[in-house]
């Protein structure tokens, strides 16, 4: 009974595992059936990126493409299944090709995200220190209502330069948002409309 309880446990820790590689998600899902990509190139060499958008972190690829509108250039992984160990590739691993290719020839970039929990409502990160203070300042400013803080969620600091927002020509900054926040964005137009808006004239600055 214990020799099988161990095999059941071992199986089970290996199942929970997160994917490592692009690679090794394709070798587990396919493409237009648990996942889609979208990428728009922009006429500018900004970059804004959603890399778990849709069942993984629901909310970030819809504000993302609304920020990037036609101008700057959108990307976004999309989970249509409902397997978040199965489709979540964290920043550091993420090597999907298209958007390595787009991140060599964009400048600046903006990464979303969304935290399980609210731990903040939007955290700050990402290994542009000027512009994450910057970002600060503006959202403080702009939505007293919602907690804005830096670096304030670790792990997801998004300083590493292995982070996907950081492959582009300078550093990027990433910006993790509370659950409740991104549950606001997706039943108040206003309020998505403003934040949009925000984020697309600070990247065209």
């Known amino acids: 009974m214990r020799f099988f309880l161990l095999i059941i446990f071992i199986c089970s820790s290996a199942s929970a595992q997160k994917i490592s590689s692009f690679k090794e998600l394709l070798s587990q899902k396919k493409e237009g059936k648990d996942f889609e990509i979208k990428i728009r190139v922009g006429s500018v060499d900004t970059l804004v990126m959603a890399i778990h958008g849709g069942s993984i972190e629901s909310g970030t690829t819809e504000l993302a493409d609304a920020i990037a509108a036609e101008k700057f250039s959108f990307y976004s992984f999309t989970g249509l299944a409902d397997d978040y160990l199965g489709l979540h590739l ?8 298209r958007l390595s290719e787009l991140t060599q020839i964009s400048k600046n970039c903006l990464s979303l995200h969304g935290l399980k929990d609210d731990e903040a409502d939007f ?13 600060v300042g503006l959202l403080s400013q ?12 670790p792990p997801n600091s998004g300083t590493s330069m292995k982070n996907v927002v950081n492959r582009c020509k300078l550093p990027g900054v990433q910006i993790e948002m509370g ?13 998505f409309k403003d934040l949009s808006k925000i984020l697309h004239l600070e990247l065209a600055k």
């Open 90 to 97: 964290t920043s550091t691993d993420f090597d999907e090709p």
């Open 123 to 135: 955290c700050i990160g990402g290994a542009n220190a000027a512009k994450r203070k910057a970002l």
């Open 142 to 153: 702009k939505f007293p209502k919602w907690r804005t803080c830096e670096l304030c969620c």
């Open 179 to 191: 659950r409740s926040l991104r549950l606001e964005l997706q039943t108040n137009t206003a309020f």
